[in-house]
């Protein structure tokens, strides 16, 4: 049984969406405890929890297995998912002492945290763990700042206002929630400056604060374009290295190729080119299969992984000579116009394949 649910998790596609369904229904029927709905329902509840929290013990248990064949058992523990994915297990002893108070609330805290074992299965999210790794110091930098100025304007606002209105500004404490506020551009208006010098820094504070608020987003954005830019980048370079045309060439080559191309996917029937069209670029097929006909004599070709289509337009620099049909889901690498004729100059053994196949391919 242990070696069917291991062979289900490593090798199952249905088996991340299993989990993450879970997930969702644990953490949601978690919340709903609190409406008066989910204490009217509470039995019901309770019965799906224990199946739900059972499925993410067991999850655990087969990690923790896992983990311990291949020696790195305090390995897993002490990281992140391990950390999650006990967490995300221990409401199910937990449920074991349903109607103590206490119980219930660590419960209620375990059974939110669990959410975040969704992250496991999200790329998203772990590219954005990665950018607030990478981005750490100026990311704390920049709390630092918002800190530093919330000190001071709350400061300032205090020795301001502290005698005129000492329900709001009676000490630094409380000014610094006025601070904040502020800062933030919330403004609840709960707490406002009396005084003309004190709304003289309100004011200030406030076109501050629009910048000061703003700096952790614009270092987070960066980050992400940068992240986003190294994958895209590795992705290109392991794609291109795949070309056969491509795949006698030198690493620094493939880098500089792998910036030149961007990748398609194209969809069953799909026309990706069209006869007597204006030429944009040439495609090469990573995987899938395209025909190529030519109405002018009744050609019929199929192209298949590690082929590539539309060079004739661009070396004759003149009109598409063929339609091209994807008669499946394709995926493939697109050379631009531009790029097609950088490449063409900085590399002119790659012109002379692709020369060579449209010569016997089409008598070019």
């Known amino acids: 049984m242990v070696k069917v649910l291991q062979n289900f998790q490593k090798n199952s596609q249905l088996y991340p969406h299993v989990i993450v369904t879970t997930t969702i229904i644990a953490t949601t029927l978690i919340v709903c405890e609190s409406t008066q709905l989910g204490k009217e329902l509470h039995a019901s509840s309770l019965v799906l929890q224990t199946l739900l929290f059972a499925i993410l013990a067991i ?17 897993y523990l002490r990281s992140w998912s391990g950390i999650i994915d ?39 999210l772990r590219i954005f763990k990665d950018v607030i790794v990478n981005e750490r110091k100026s990311i704390l ?21 502290r005698n005129v209105n000492p329900d709001g500004f009676g000490n630094i404490l409380q000014a610094m929630w006025w601070a904040i506020i502020t800062l933030a551009t919330v403004g609840y208006g709960d707490v406002i400056p009396i005084t003309v010098l004190g709304k003289f820094l309100g004011s ?24 986003l830019a190294r994958i895209r980048y590795i992705t290109s370079w392991n794609l291109v290295a795949k070309v056969p045309i491509f795949a006698h060439l030198d690493k620094g080559s493939i880098s500089e190729i792998a910036h030149l191309l961007f990748l398609k996917r194209f969809g069953h029937n799909e026309v990706i080119i069209k006869e007597r069209d204006n030429a944009d670029g040439m495609y090469f097929i990573l995987d899938g299969e395209v025909e190529v006909v030519r109405e002018s004599d009744n050609l019929h070709i199929t192209l298949k992984a590690g082929d590539f289509f539309g060079e ?13 049909t994807a008669k499946k889901r394709c995926e493939m690498l697109e050379l631009t116009t531009y790029d097609f004729n950088k490449l063409m100059r900085s590399k002119p053994q790659i012109l002379e394949i692709i020369q060579e196949v449209a010569r016997n391919r089409y008598s070019y």
């Open 312 to 324: 004739i337009a661009l070396l004759k620099d003149g009109k598409r000579t063929a339609t091209v």
């Open 59 to 75: 999850d655990f248990m087969l990690h923790l297995e896992d983990a311990y064949r291949q020696k790195i058992l305090t390995i």
């Open 141 to 161: 930098a920049s709390l630092y700042l918002m800190l530093l100025l919330t000190l001071v304007t709350s400061t300032l606002l205090y020795f301001v206002e």
């Open 204 to 227: 200030l504070a406030s076109i501050i604060g629009l910048g000061m608020f703003a700096l952790p987003t614009g270092i987070l954005v960066n980050g992400f374009a940068q992240e």
């Open 86 to 124: 006990f967490i995300a297990a221990f409401p199910l002893v937990l449920l074991l002492f349903d109607g103590n108070v206490w119980v219930d609330d660590v419960k209620t805290a375990f059974g939110i945290t669990t959410f975040l074992k969704i992250a496991r299965f999200s790329d998203a």
